[in-house]
């Protein structure tokens, strides 16, 4: 969609085209080209920034953080981050994932909600267990990082003609340094990706793992529910009628 009159127009060395429509609270996604033509999208924490300007610093360095760590190998590559100090906005840059991972003229790469309606509820068995091995693959190397993504869902798993990669970083835990994320509130989940037993306890590389299942088994049953739910504070409860 248009960009809204509040919305910055440059970030970078990247001139904002669009905004997004979708993706997750209090986080706004641009698609943005620089003057070579290369296309990025700029994730910006707007709404924090005002409300609670070190929040947004912090979400922007941890996503910036963990690209830096998966080097452009199932998620996408860093081209720039700001975190900038009071009065200033943070951004965090990164390259655009294609549909086709070696065409940037391909439109953007579908996520697993988009890839389930393209194919009329009922996701091909071949084009299946090809999203499972890149899933499992590229969760299994942010673990070999040091990395828990700890918010996995329909929204950040994003399917190329050639792999699956990884989005919506900003609170993952950084396991190598200790660090976990304080602002995991702000990517709410459904419980359909939660550890039944989940208490709001630190994410695991174990947490990740039981996401990873439930995702493939959501989409194998052709039963993706939605991810804007906001997370409940006591232990999670599974709905019987969901995968």
Known sequence: MELLPEDPVRLGR?????????????????????EDGTIATVRAPVMLHTRGPGTARDLVRTEAE?????????????????????GELPWVEASCVHRRADAPSSPPAPNLRAVLDEHGGTVPEELFLSIGLGLTEAVALAHSRGLVHGSLSPLAVLVTDRDVRLVGW??????VDGVDSAHRDVLPL?????????????PTPQS???AVGALLLALGSSHVVPTRESRRSGPVRRHPNRP
């Open 66 to 86: 963990c690209l830096t760590r998966m080097q452009g190998t199932h998620a996408p590559a860093l081209l720039g981050v700001a975190t900038l100090t009071t």
């Open 190 to 202: 459904s419980d359909t990706y939660l550890e039944a037993d989940d208490d709001g306890r630190s």
């Open 208 to 210: 990740d793992v039981y």
């Open 14 to 34: 990247f001139r904002l085209r669009a905004r997004s429509a979708h993706g997750w609270p209090h986080l706004t996604m641009y698609l943005a080209e620089d």
């Open 170 to 175: 900003a609170t993952a835990t950084a396991t």
